[in-house]
């Protein structure tokens, strides 16, 4: 047994499962039943429960025993008696079964609507008598109360046969309808409803054989969605004053008769005609309405009309449905050689004959069912619309569900793909985007004081975090409170001045508490500064990304600048050192020359003047090659520095002023050296510095 579930209500499938043609023989029947563990496992409600090809009809008895079912090819009626859980008796027709009533409360007395025209009684013993109609008929009904037999079909006319005498009334003739698909008598005042091609209800008084109202329901359904005209084609009445009428478009109406409007419309979403619908009650007393098209049966709540569950079979094509009286059984006439057979516990216990379900029911309850639509996607009409799938609605890919469709899974990712092609892209946008925003939610967040009352929210941040339980709360719920926080951190009204006379005597554990966190408000309040200043030239770097590598290059500049300085400033000090060093020679030089007067005086001055030339010369010539080079390249740097440009400036002014003071020295060294050399020269000898080494 198939066990399916639609919207948390369980459905039973109870044909589900393979099957043994008739035509095997016993002997390997039963050899073929012993071997397969599915056949052996099978539920087979009723014997033989099958048609040739397919069934069109099925009815229950009024009293409840016998199962009357009507199939082709070949026509044939099969009756099903439920105590024994098998056939009754089985008949052939020459022609095709369009609609049959039993006359009687058990399977005595029935009467066939053939589709050539014809009318057949048939009795316990078989077939007892054959009339014809006027024209083509759609459905026949029986009103128990005259013996009149009512037959619909092809033409305005609805024809009337009493039982009683044997013969044709004058039928009732419409002047608004062509046509009529249905009918039905209201068993409590006996309206005559019939159903027309146009779209309209006419209800006709069997005492006075006139029309006494009309509704015209095609006004009220919505066209938008569907090409076709919304004929009536099914009809079914709820107690005296309650009517459902079924539409060729997929909508079920709900009257109230002494109404011309009506008080509920469900719509099937698959623009298939309602074949059949019928009225129950479910375990908590809800009214509820069953209503089918070939592709599936919806229970539905009758003042709502919410869902309550739905059956839909996966194989077959729908075209009658039957509710066993007062149970949730449920019998279906379908486009298949097994009629199917489904138990729904929450719309009724099962039927006394097959109590045994309840017990397998509850059996199987502990074990996981299969849910239903596990591999589709719920889709609207709009959706289908967007994805060009809209050509599909009433074919077997798209289950129709409340609002919308079920669609295939796979189908529905193919579909996607072709009508969204950048839809990666923009998915991988976005999960770049959510990988930044989690980067940012890690970084420390620094929370802004608020302008009015910063002391009282440094402290009550303090007491949040390193206070005690009770204080901890307490400041939680002052910083967190908007009835609170937004007045008091907001309004500046509600600053306190802390230079307030009477403050103290106020509250003085306030104000001394206020006192002892003031340095850490006042670094609290740094920190905030440091942060912003930070946050700016941040956003500064990442708003001129063009001129970062200028700036890194002038720093490079200065970089270099500085230490060719350096090195400028150690050559100085040489030049001041031999400066030094010349001057003291010099000075040993007189001395010596004034110790010894044997030596003449001018070839001192002139050995003198030649070493102190020598040495400044050789000095001054190094310090120049430098310092004139210096400036050379300062000055071509600068011209590629903006901002920087000042402080090189000042460096190439001092160079400047050193190579001006070597000149002058180098100036007054060689015109010493020139006065030197124009003396006359004297005759060699001893030198004046042995005869200094021998004094």
């Known amino acids: 047994m198939q066990v399916s579930v639609a919207n948390d209500v369980k459905v039973y499938n109870l044909t589900a499962g393979k099957s043994v043609p008739e035509w095997l023989e016993e002997r390997k029947r039963r050899k073929l039943i012993s071997e397969d563990v599915e056949l ?18 099925i009815k229950v008895s009024k009293d409840g025993q016998f199962v009357l079912a009507a199939g082709t090819y070949k026509p044939v009626i099969k009756c099903f008696d439920v105590q024994q859980l098998a056939l009754k008796f089985e008949r052939g027709f020459q022609s095709e079964i369009v609609d049959f009533l039993s006359l009687a409360d058990d399977y005595t007395k029935l009467v066939f609507l053939h589709e050539d025209r014809y009318v057949e009684f048939h009795n316990q013993g078989g077939r007892y008598y054959t009339l014809r109609v006027p024209r083509f008929g759609r459905q026949l009904t029986y009103n128990r109360r005259n013996c009149d037999m009512i037959v619909v079909g092809n033409g305005p006319d609805i024809y009337r046969i009493n039982l009683e005498q044997g013969r044709f009334l004058q039928p009732y003739t419409s002047t608004q309808s062509s046509g009529f698909n249905a009918c039905e008598i209201n068993d409590y005042h006996h309206l005559v409803a019939a159903a027309s091609q146009e779209g309209t209800v006419e209800c006709w008084d069997p005492r006075t054989r006139k029309c006494v109202g009309s509704l015209d329901t095609a006004q009220f359904v919505d066209t938008s969605s569907s090409k076709n005209f919304p004929e009536n084609s099914c009809l079914k009445f709820d107690g005296a004053l309650g009517l459902a009428v079924g539409t060729s478009t997929g909508q079920v109406l709900m009257f109230d008769i002494r109404s011309n409007k009506p008080t509920l419309i469900k719509d099937h979403h698959y623009d298939f005609a309602i074949n059949s619908v019928h009225f129950s009650c479910d375990a908590d007393e809800r009214r509820i309405v069953l209503s089918s098209d070939k592709k599936g049966v919806k229970a539905w709540l009758q003042q709502s009309g919410e869902l309550v569950t739905a059956i839909e079979p996966s194989d077959c094509e729908i075209n009658h449905a ?33 109590s045994f379900l309840e017990n397998l029911t509850e059996e199987m309850e502990e074990d996981k069912a299969n849910v239903v639509y596990d591999d589709y996607k719920f889709v609207t009409r709009r959706d289908l619309e967007a994805l060009n799938l809209a050509h599909l609605i009433g074919s077997k ?86 009835r609170f926080a937004s007045k008091f951190f907001g309004d500046p009204d509600m600053q306190i001045d802390l230079n307030k006379e009477d403050l103290d005597s106020m509250n003085p554990t306030i104000l001394a508490r206020m006192v002892q966190l003031q340095p850490a408000m006042v670094q609290a309040s740094e920190a905030i500064r440091e942060e912003q200043a930070r946050s700016r030239v941040k956003r500064s770097w990442q708003d001129v990304d063009e001129n970062v590598n200028i700036k890194t290059s002038a720093l490079d500049a200065v970089s270099e600048e500085e230490s060719e300085s350096s090195e400028d400033e150690n050559s100085i000090k040489k030049v001041r050192k031999a400066a030094r060093r010349s001057a003291k020679a010099q000075r040993d030089e007189e001395n010596r020359v004034k110790s010894d007067s044997k030596v003449p005086k001018s070839k001192l001055i002139q050995n003198a003047a030649g070493k102190s030339a020598k040495v400044e010369l050789v000095a ?51 015109s010493a050296a020139i006065v030197v050399s124009q003396q006359p020269k004297k005759e060699k000898g001893t030198t004046g510095k042995k005869r200094s080494r021998k004094s």
């Not at 600068?638 to 001006?660: C, F, G, P």
């Open 620 to 670: 001054t010539s190094s310090v120049l090659e430098r310092d004139l080079v210096v400036p050379v390249r300062s000055k071509m740097s600068l011209n590629n520095i903006n901002s920087e440009s000042t402080s090189l400036e000042d460096r190439l002014m001092e160079n400047e002023s050193l190579t001006k003071q070597v000149d002058i020295g180098l100036n007054r060294s060689q």
């Open 40 to 57: 052996q496992q099978r539920i087979q409600l009723l014997q033989g429960f099958d048609m040739p090809t397919v069934s069109t009809r």
């Open 322 to 354: 039957c509710l066993y009286p007062n149970s949730g059984l449920m019998f279906l006439a379908a486009e298949t050689q097994k009629m199917q057979a489904f138990f729904v516990p929450s719309l009724g216990p099962a039927p006394k004959w097959c």
């Open 397 to 482: 890919t798209l289950r129709a569900y409340m609002h919308g469709y079920f669609v295939n899974v796979q189908l529905y990712t193919r579909a996607k793909r072709a009508s969204e092609p950048f839809a990666f892209e923009e998915f991988k946008q976005k999960k770049i985007q959510e990988n930044i925003e989690r980067q940012r939610s890690d970084r420390v967040k620094l929370e802004k004081l608020p302008e009015v009352n910063k002391e009282t929210a440094v402290r009550l941040r303090m007491e949040q975090e390193s206070g005690k339980a009770k204080a901890k709360k307490e400041a939680g719920a002052l910083l967190s409170d908007d």
